[in-house]
């Protein structure tokens, strides 16, 4: 098992290195200046060389990648030079010295994914700190519903396959799975924010957190989380229905469940102690990409309900074009999708221990 998750982890780190790569480049060849977005309309020629010169916009790009690549990197090389861009500067890096070697030093410490543009000199790590835990919240709500539900409803959509009962599953499972996000989020906006907010009481837009009346301090809301909520988990809802079905009517199918019905085993000791488990291995990996895709995906439904969540940061940093704060909520995302395959893959190996052994 430890062979395994050796093996998985050194695949990871080279996705990562992969999708930084890509996202340094991608952004490095737009056009426009770094040192004038972070400027805005006050910049002189003189800010502006004292600006590029702070954060190594003056270098050559391979240059500007390797700084880039050593300010991601938990394991880092500085300068004890105060003009180099590595310099250890205050309050930059979150971490402490390992040692010296001649004039450089080496630094243990968190990713740093450097300050953005628009926000005074506000750390990335801390803008994608305060929105994080609201799109993880959502997400893992979403997830939640999808799971249950449809769990559920692919396991009744089996238990009486080709029946009305099938059929309207089936129909509720397309129609999730067709309808885009957005389009489901304006709608449940106004038809349950809206239209029927005298029965539902739900609000069309609202985020976790809402200031009370007299301004002194925050609250909890948690029925701003039911809108947002149910959208973002209506296509992994028609998803895991689907896989459900699909997967269950394989296992019922299989010799060693002929055999119990055979010792005379009720359908539900059948379905729960020996189908269920065998059933839940393609769900299990649609769930992950689905909760990884979530946090991504969640951009559209977060601004549309007014969700205080990173996917509203991001939308809002595409309209600032703050480059820092989209590549670096870029790379929190792809690395929480690569640890969460990581976490379903040793659960799927636990399920099916043949995986483990390949």
Request: charged residues 15%; neutral net charge.
């Amino acid at each position: 098992m430890i062979r395994y998750l050796l093996h998985k982890i050194g695949y990871a780190l080279l996705t990562l290195f992969g999708v930084i790569t890509v996202i340094f480049i991608l952004f490095t060849i737009l056009p426009g200046d770094p040192a004038r977005m972070m400027l805005d309309q006050n910049e002189n020629s003189e800010q502006l060389a004292l600006v590029k010169k702070k954060y190594g916009f003056d270098k050559p790009l391979s240059t500007q990648y390797v700084y880039y690549l050593n300010d991601l990197s938990p394991l880092s090389f500085h300068s004890k030079n105060e003009e180099d861009y590595t310099f250890l500067a205050d309050g930059k890096y979150n971490g402490f010295s390992l040692l010296n070697i001649g004039n450089t030093t080496v630094f243990l410490k968190t990713p740093y994914l450097r300050e953005s543009f628009q926000k005074s000199g506000k750390k990335v790590s801390d803008v994608i700190g305060n929105t994080l835990p609201n799109t993880f919240i959502l997400a893992l709500f979403a997830i939640v519903i999808a799971i249950v539900i449809g769990i559920f409803l692919g396991i009744l959509s089996a238990v009486y396959k080709d029946t009305f009962l099938d059929r309207m599953i089936a129909l509720i499972s397309t129609l999730g799975m067709s309808i885009p996000s957005f389009f489901s989020a304006i709608l449940f906006a106004w038809l349950f924010g809206f239209v029927w907010h005298h029965i539902t009481g739900l609000n069309m837009t609202g985020s976790l957190y809402e200031v009370d009346d007299f301004g002194e301090g925050s609250f909890i809301q948690w029925k701003n989380i039911l809108l947002p909520g149910i959208v973002l988990g209506i296509r992994p809802l028609g998803v895991v229905i689907q896989l459900m079905r699909n997967s269950l009517l394989e296992t019922l199918s299989q010799d060693y469940i002929r055999t119990a019905k055979a010792k005379g085993l009720s359908s539900y000791q059948i379905i729960v102690k020996h189908a269920l488990k065998n059933s839940l291995n393609p769900v299990v990996t649609a769930i992950s990409g689905w909760f990884a895709s979530m946090l991504a995906g969640a951009v559209f439904v977060e601004y549309i309900f007014g969700w205080n969540g990173l996917g509203k940061e991001i939308v809002e940093a595409l309209n600032n074009l703050d480059l820092p704060v989209i590549m670096g909520s870029v790379i929190v995302i792809a690395t929480t999708f690569v640890v969460i395959n990581i976490l379903v893959d040793l659960v799927y190996a636990y399920l099916d221990p043949k995986i483990r052994l390949s």
